[in-house]
């Protein structure tokens, strides 16, 4: 069990990035191994097997042609910032729906620290600042499956309402973006049980 209650999400969205990278640059990827020599990225810690360096140094990039990301339909202009934000809202929303119904004191803390971080380091400074402020309106609530995921609704639907975008009605929060579907409960949150609960 990972020490952090977010490392097996973050493992897992790490694995997703790697796939996709791998298909973008046509390295190909082990599929049976997150750990295998041709990783691409990592949130873990090296490995004598694994490489640590992001974009190795002696990987061959003469496959990859234009033309190769073009017959895929992929641009290759930057990320917008309206991609940015519809790709982070779904992450934080498929973070809630895999919150557990009784969370540790440990991921009450992750899930607030995490949105902290975001209202800090997000790419668009100005996205940051507003979501600063949605924060320090509207503090994190974390105290249950349901209670993050309808807080997450509400604080979205402050975003949306700011841009002029409708609102999502929050009783459909978890018919719209439900628990992940993976074998064994594999995506669910494990946290420590070290600390005590609130």
Known sequence: MPDNPLQHLFQ?????????????????????????????????????????????ANRDTSSVQPKDVLNKGKSAAPVTKEELGRATWTFLHTLAAQYPEHPTRQQKKDVKELMAILSRMYPCQECADHFKEVLRVNPVQA??????????????????????????????????????????????LQGTTNFDED
């Open 12 to 56: 897992k969205v790490s694995n997703c990035f790697q796939t996709h990278l791998a298909n973008f640059t046509g390295q190909p990827q082990n599929p049976s191994s997150s750990t295998s020599k041709n990783t691409i990225f990592s949130l873990s810690p090296p490995s004598s097997h694994v490489s640590s360096k992001i974009y190795p």
């Open 143 to 188: 105290g249950s499956h349901a209670e993050f995921s309808q807080w997450l609704c509400h604080v979205h639907n402050v975003v949306n309402r700011s841009l002029g975008k409708l609102v999502f009605p929050c009783e459909r929060v978890d018919a719209r973006w439900g628990k992940l579907e993976c074998e064994q409960r594999a995506c669910d």
